[in-house]
C-alpha cells in the first residue's frame, strides 16, 4: 500500500481562485503525480469550505475556502481530510455544515469531527489489501472542541 500522510490544506490569497476554478493542476504541479498515484492520500483540512460571510469572533484570521476546494482535494487523490481543528467553526455551524456536505459531495472521508464528544472520537481506518492504517485526528482543548451535547472536533488535552 502506498499511503500519504499530509499537513494543512488550506488556499491562501495567492491561489484562492485557483481552488474556486478547481486548477488542480496548477495548485498541486509537480505533487500531483505522486498524490494520485496513492492508494490512500490524508490531509489536515486547516479551513471551512463554505460561501458563508459572517465569520466569528475569534483571536487570529477565519480561514475559509471556496466550494471548489473538495473537487480539487478529490482530483488531487485526497481521501481524507481531517476536520478537528481550530478553523473548523470560523463561519460558525453554517460553514463546518457546508464544509462536511462539500467533502461528502466530492467522495473525500473525514474525520476528527462529530455530532457530539462520543461522534467525535471516531477512527477512521482504511484497509487495502489486508493493510490497515488508522488516522486518529485530535485539536487542542478549546472552543471548536465537541461536548456531550455539542458538535464538534475531537478534542486532544
Partial sequence: MKALLL?????TEENFQLYGEAKTEEIFTDALPIMQSADFVAV???CAI?????AIAKFGPPLK???GTAKVLK???VTLAGISNNH???FGKIGAMDTLKALSDAGVDTTGFGDNYYDSRRNYVFEKDGQKICVIAVCEHEY???LEDRMGSRPFD
Avoid at 463554505?50 to 459572517?54: A, R, S
Fill in 144 to 146: 471548536s472542541y465537541a
Fill in 75 to 77: 482530483e488531487a487523490g
Fill in 7 to 11: 499537513g494543512d490544506i488550506c488556499p
Fill in 65 to 67: 475556502a471556496p466550494f
Fill in 88 to 90: 473548523v467553526f470560523d
Fill in 44 to 46: 489536515n483540512l486547516e
Fill in 50 to 54: 463554505t460561501e458563508h460571510d459572517k
